[in-house]
């Protein structure tokens, strides 16, 4: 029986994949729907069809970095006995995570963000969502330190949590501009080496 007018069978896991890896390397701006239809091997009704959007195929996308190529950070927050030791633990996955490819490196959901002024609302806020759903994890990081003593009740967990994302997004960067893994490394130190002295000055904010 003939095949005619059928359409082509493809992987949507493999086309998904594709969609990440060019996503990752030139960004969501600079990533042309020529450009995706050329590396998933689709046509643009088909990849419509699938994908339903260039934004939602962004996002589907960065979900499956999480999964992927981003996963190895974050599930291991709560496994050290100190806040001290999660943040320093975090840092050092994430120095090797970020350099673990010759191209792309870094993060996705940092490197590949758009520009927020004229930029696609739903993938400005779908990434704002989710950078701050780790700040929130680290927040509750340093709360459980605060409960469990390691650290002072008066400590200001939320300026600490957006100090520590600022490194890690700044690792990111230093990663795509081809900074060495030893050098990331020692970023995660220095933040180790303060660690005790910041604790002791970042003192929330008296009402």
Same mark, same amino acid.
């Given at each position: 029986m003939s095949s005619r007018g059928r359409p082509r069978t493809f992987s949507r896991d493999d086309a998904l994949r594709s969609a990440m890896? %060019?996503?990752? @390397?030139?960004?969501?701006d600079n990533t042309s729907l020529a450009d995706l239809t050329r590396v998933? #091997?689709?046509?643009?009704?088909?990849?419509?069809?699938?994908? #339903?959007?260039? !934004?939602?195929l962004f996002l589907e996308a960065v979900d499956l970095y999480? &999964? /992927?190529?981003g996963a190895g950070i974050w599930e291991f927050l709560d496994e050290a006995p100190t806040a001290k030791e !999660? %943040?320093?633990?975090?840092?050092?996955?994430?120095?090797?995570n970020f350099t673990q490819r010759d191209e792309p490196r870094g993060c996705m959901v940092v490197l590949s963000a758009p520009q927020m002024e004229g930029g696609d609302a739903a993938v400005c806020d779908g990434l704002k969502v989710r950078r701050l759903e780790k700040q929130g994890a680290l927040e509750r990081?340093?709360?459980?330190?605060?409960?469990?003593?390691?650290?002072?009740?008066?400590v200001d967990c939320e300026a600490i949590a957006a100090y520590v994302t600022s490194i890690q997004h700044g690792m990111s960067i230093h990663a &795509? @501009?081809?900074a060495? &893994?030893?050098?990331?490394?020692?970023i995660?130190?220095?933040?180790?080496?303060?660690? @005790?002295?910041?604790?002791? /000055?970042? &003192?929330k904010a008296q009402g």
């Open positions: 890896e %060019i996503f990752w @390397d030139k960004g969501f998933m #091997g689709l046509n643009p009704p088909s990849l419509y069809a699938a994908f #339903g959007s260039k !934004a939602k999480g &999964r /992927t190529d !999660a %943040i320093h633990d975090l840092l050092k996955r994430s120095a090797k990081r340093l709360a459980r330190g605060v409960a469990e003593g390691d650290l002072p009740p008066t &795509r @501009d081809g060495p &893994r030893h050098v990331l490394l020692a995660a130190d220095c933040c180790a080496a303060g660690w @005790d002295g910041m604790v002791a /000055t970042m &003192r």
